[in-house]
Structures are given as C-alpha cells and as structure tokens.
C-alpha cells in the first residue's frame, strides 16, 4: 500500500491541466445552438400566449378537476395547459365572430363565402388539435394553432371594416 | 347604313352615357415641400401617381360623375385632396369599373403618400418617402417606389415591380405579383396567389388557401406559411440562410443551392410526407404515432432551416 506521501509525489508529477484528446465544443455547441432557439421560441408562445389569455379572458377556467400549482405569490393556480388556452382562445374568438358578424348589415364582395372560408380554418385546427393528441407539448403546433386564430380575427376585421366602407 | 339604323346605333349610344360620360374637369397644383405628406381619397374610378422631379402636386383629369367637387388643401407641409362623394353612395358603392374619377397626379420624388379607395384601381411609381395604397375593390399597381410601402386590396391584383424599401402588400382574394422588390418583403393573402422573384433579404408570406411561389436571391432571412395552399420556395445565393416555414394540409417545397451550410430539422405531425434530395438523409416514422421527422446539417451548419407541416408534404431539393 503506498503511503500518503507517495500518493502526494505522484499527484505533483501530474500535468496541471488535463485537455481533451479532440476538440468536443462543435458537437456541443451544435447540440446547444437548437435548443437555446426552442426555448426562446416557446417562451414566446407561452408570452404570447398569457398575453391573449389575460387580455381576452373573462370567463371562468375548466371546472374538470386539474393539477393544481403555486404561483410567486404562494397562491395556489389550476394548472393550464397551452392547449387548453387555445382552445378557450378559439371558443372566445367563435363567439367574438359571431358578435361581429351579426352586427353586419350586408357582406360585401369577396366575402360572401366567409362561412366556408372559416370552416376551412376550424377543419385545419381540429387537424392540429389531432396532432396534440400524440404531441402535446409540441410547441410549434401551438404556435401553428394561434397563428390560424390569429389569421381568422384578421380576416374577420378585413370584412367588417370592408363592409363599413362599401 | 340606312338612317334607321344610324338613328338605333346614336340612340344606344346616348343609352350607354352615364357610363362613360366624363366628370367635371380639374387641373389643380400647389407648391408642395420635397418631403410633403400627402393624402388622397377618391373612391371611384382610376388614379395614376407618378412622383416628378418639381416640389408641385398636381392633380388633372375628371371627376367622379357623381363627386360633389373636392377638396384641395395645402399648409404645414402635409396636403390633402378629396374627392368628394354624396353620403347617400355610402353603402352602394356600385360595381361598375367604368364609373368614377380618372386622374392624374404628381407628387415630389420624395413626398410620402397615401391614397384609400373603394371601387378604384390605383398606380403609383417613383415615389421615395413612402407609399401606402390602399383599396377594396380594385388593382393595385407600383413601381420604383422606395421607404415603407403598404399594397393593399380586397378583392383585385396587386402588381409590385422594382420596389425598394420595406413592401407589405396585403389581399384577402386577388393575385400578388412581385418582381424585382429588394429590402424587406411581407405577403399575405387569404385565397389569391402570391408569386414573387425578388432580391429581398427578409421575406414573410403568408397563405391561407391560395398557392405561393417564391424565386429568392441573396435572401437570408425567410418565414413562411400555408392552411391548405401549395408553397414552393428557391433561394439561390444563400449559403447560410435562416428559413422558418409551416403548413397544415397544404406543401412545402424548398429548393437550395448544393453548397448551403445549415442544420435541418423536418417534422410531418400527423401523416405528411417528407422527401429529401438535397442529401442522402432520409426520414424516419416514430415508434408510437403518426410523426415522421428528418433532422441532418450540411457543411458547418451556419444556416438554419426548420420546416414543419401536419398532414401536408415537405419536399427538400437543390437548385
């Protein structure tokens, strides 16, 4: 058995810094790089998401029962999901639609299909909202579900304020 | 041709009158500053805005037939001309392409001008301080134009050629032609077509059911996506471009050069399909579920390249 001080003269005689035998920073810069962009990415939509919630969101939350989180404050929250805010976004934009439209007093040129137009964006979310079903913390089909909510309140307000104008 | 007949063919004519019978006539110009705002409102019939080298508007040609006389105003640097239209049109504003003012308009090189209509088709080239175009139904055309340059219409064609600056050009139902754009470009339609052949670095369009094709150079910067419509992108001279593109039932395909360097990431969600013949990589299927994702880099891996879809195709290739 060596003794305590030979350990210690063996470990002076070791090189003072050990070095890998190739460079590693490219693999793990490459693995860092796309990562970084995904949170980013999602830290958007969550803002994105939060922003629109608060801003559009009078009515209650989901009564089913939820796991339950504590907030900064201590404050016990329902947790949501970001799927569950879209939905309730889309049920708070079906019924923003359905305000707007009825206010109209005729439909202009170029929307008379507005109808059809909007089943085309509902069929494109419930494909989305399939998809979830596999993937549900796939952020970019959250992101693709806002953007489609997002292009129907604007394609809404196009036909209000065409309508206004003609 | 017997006098009777002459007697038919002048009696129809004078039937067909109110089409084309022209307004009251207005030759009008004020001493304007080189960088004046100005703002136009006609909403019937044609109007041409060419920019000229002299710090003068002027406005000549006719009247909508149905105008109550307008309203030319000039101070402070900002000037504002109107047409102005009985209240009772409001509501009905008539289809009939053949009605309304038909005018030409001069502006200084660098003024920055709006114009709004309704049933009006409107053009404007050369201006430098901004333009923004904007009609319901009717075409829009511009060219040379630079600065911040908004298109828009309803229901007609936006044509946009050699335009310079940062283009939005927006419609819900009409074609979208872009050529020769540079700077930033922003497109967006719901069912008209886009198709574009620009030098923009930054590019963003957006389709809903309407097909696009894009033809890029030295672009560096693209985001696009589509519902249903059919995209189909080239960008040439772009070694490490950063493009971002999305669709749910509609395809996506994406041509680079041979020598791109960037990292790819591919995903079909739900049963689209993704094909690959700018390398040898090919796409695997999850395990569990319908999810097919390709993820590979080609040279250093400078650019980046991210294209999902859920049931439509992804189809990546070289020039």
Do not use: C
Not at chain 2, 53 to 70: C, H, Q, R
Not at chain 2, 219 to 234: D, H, K, M, P
């Amino acid at each position: 058995m060596k003794t305590e001080q030979q350990l210690d003269a063996m470990i002076s005689q070791l090189a003072p810094a050990i070095e890998p035998q190739r460079d590693l920073w490219p693999e793990l810069s490459a693995r860092l790089e796309p990562r970084q962009r995904r949170g980013y990415g999602s830290w958007m939509g969550v803002a994105a998401a939060a922003v629109l919630t608060f801003w559009f969101w009078p009515q209650q939350l989901p009564t089913a029962p939820q796991d339950v989180v504590t907030n900064a404050q201590g404050q016990s929250m329902p947790a949501v999901s970001l799927l569950d805010v879209s939905r309730q976004l889309g049920l708070q934009l079906e019924q923003e639609q359905t305000r707007q439209l009825k206010a109209l007093q005729q439909i202009p040129d170029g929307f008379t299909d507005w109808a059809q137009q909007i089943a085309i964006w509902n069929k494109a979310q419930a494909q989305i909202e399939l998809a979830l079903q596999f993937q549900p913390d796939n952020q970019k089909l959250i992101q693709q579900l806002q953007r489609l909510q997002q292009q129907q309140l604007s394609y809404i307000a196009k036909l209000v304020e065409t309508s206004e104008l003609t | 041709m017997t006098p009777s007949i002459k007697l038919t063919v002048l009696m129809l004519a004078l039937l067909q009158a109110p089409a084309w019978a022209a307004g009251e006539a207005i030759d009008q110009s004020r001493d304007v500053t080189a960088t004046e705002k100005i703002e136009i409102e006609n909403m019937r019939g044609e109007v041409r805005i060419i920019a000229v080298k002299a710090n003068k508007f002027s406005v000549k040609g006719t009247l909508d037939e149905k105008a109550e006389g307008y309203d030319l105003v000039s101070e402070n640097g900002v000037t504002r001309f109107q047409v102005k239209m009985p209240r009772t049109l409001y509501g009905g504003w008539g289809s009939d392409k053949n009605e309304g003012s038909d005018l030409t308009i001069e502006v200084p090189f660098g003024s920055e001008v709006k114009f709004s209509g309704v049933n009006a088709n409107v053009s404007a080239t050369g201006i430098e301080g901004g333009t923004r175009l904007n009609t319901v139904n009717g075409a829009v055309r511009a060219e040379k134009l630079k600065g911040d340059i908004a298109l828009e219409t309803v229901n007609g064609q936006i044509d946009s050629r050699d335009n310079n600056g940062r283009l939005h050009l927006t419609t819900v139902n009409g074609e979208i032609n872009d050529q020769g754009s540079a700077g930033s470009l922003e497109l967006e339609s719901v069912n008209g077509e886009i198709s574009v052949a620009s030098a923009a670095t930054d590019v963003e369009m957006s389709v809903v059911n309407g097909e696009g094709r894009l033809e890029l150079t030295g672009t560096e910067r693209l985001e696009f996506s589509s519902v249903n419509g059919e995209i189909s992108a080239a960008v040439k001279n772009s070694k490490k471009p950063r493009i971002s593109a999305s669709s749910v039932s509609g395809a996506s395909r994406l041509s680079l050069d041979a020598d791109v360097s960037a990292r790819f990431e591919l995903e079909a969600s739900a049963g689209g399909d993704i094909g690959n013949s700018l390398t040898a990589d090919k796409a695997s299927r999850d395990k569990y579920g319908p999810r097919r994702h390709l993820e590979f880099t080609t040279g250093s891996g400078d650019g980046n390249i991210e294209i999902s879809t859920v049931s439509g195709d992804i189809e990546l290739k070289k020039h």
